[in-house]
């Protein structure tokens, strides 16, 4: 698949605010400042779709993008940014995991985890949450090209093993890069292939 075409909807804060969910949707989640929006614009070939911040925590609302007119990619707000007031966090997590458990037409949540620090708790737990909740979901690995090809792969490992201990089967894993644009063609065929499945 090639993205044509993309453009920005919409922000909510809440899931009534949402497109209707009549087509398929795809989102995208990790902890704050793990390259979240640099990825999205090296996915769809725009620089300026999403908006990259220095500063963690910037996305603060569930942003939807139409691409080639046929499917959604969603910008979530990051998670776990200790320096947002409590009650701010606690607002974002509800405003997720509303969206995440009750959005009919999600296809897939894209969790990204940044390939250079060891497996982090919080994004374990989340991981773990989404499997009980059996949400669909894949892992992308960001900033790969900031490691050797040596760290990378004991990286990738490590995850792997962490995650045999609680997973039968594991989710799709996919390394990316978005200096490079490693990734991109494997993210959109996945994309490509699975709405075929969806059912309006």
């Known amino acids: 698949m090639e993205i044509h075409q993309a453009e920005y909807v919409v922000s909510s804060t809440t899931i009534k605010q949402c497109p209707q969910p009549d087509k398929p949707e795809y989102a995208f989640i990790g ?10 614009n ?10 990259i911040s220095g500063t963690p ?7 939807h993008y139409l691409i080639n007119k046929a499917w959604y ?3 979530l707000p990051g998670y776990g940014y200790a320096k947002r007031s409590k009650s701010d966090r606690k607002s974002w997590e509800k405003m997720i995991r509303d969206y995440i458990l009750a959005r009919p037409n999600l296809m897939t949540l ?8 060891e497996p982090q708790k919080i994004d374990l737990e ?3 949450w989404l499997g009980e909740s059996e949400i669909p979901f894949a892992i992308i690995f960001t900033k790969t090209d900031k490691l050797s090809s040596t760290k990378k792969d ?5 995850y792997k093993r962490i995650l045999k201990k609680n997973w039968e089967s594991l989710p799709p894993l996919i390394q990316t890069s978005s200096v490079s644009g490693l990734g991109k063609e494997e993210i959109l065929t ?3 292939e699975t709405n075929h499945w969806f059912q309006a």
């Open 31 to 40: 902890r704050s400042n793990v390259g979240k929006s640099s990825l999205i």
């Open 73 to 75: 990619l969603v910008d």
């Open 110 to 117: 894209f969790v990204l985890v940044d390939a250079r620090l």
């Open 42 to 51: 090296m996915l769809t070939g725009q620089k300026k779709l999403a908006r």
């Open 126 to 128: 989340f991981i773990a």
């Open 57 to 63: 925590g910037k996305t603060i609302t569930i942003n």
């Open 154 to 158: 004991q990286s990738i490992s490590l």
């Open 190 to 192: 996945y994309v490509d």
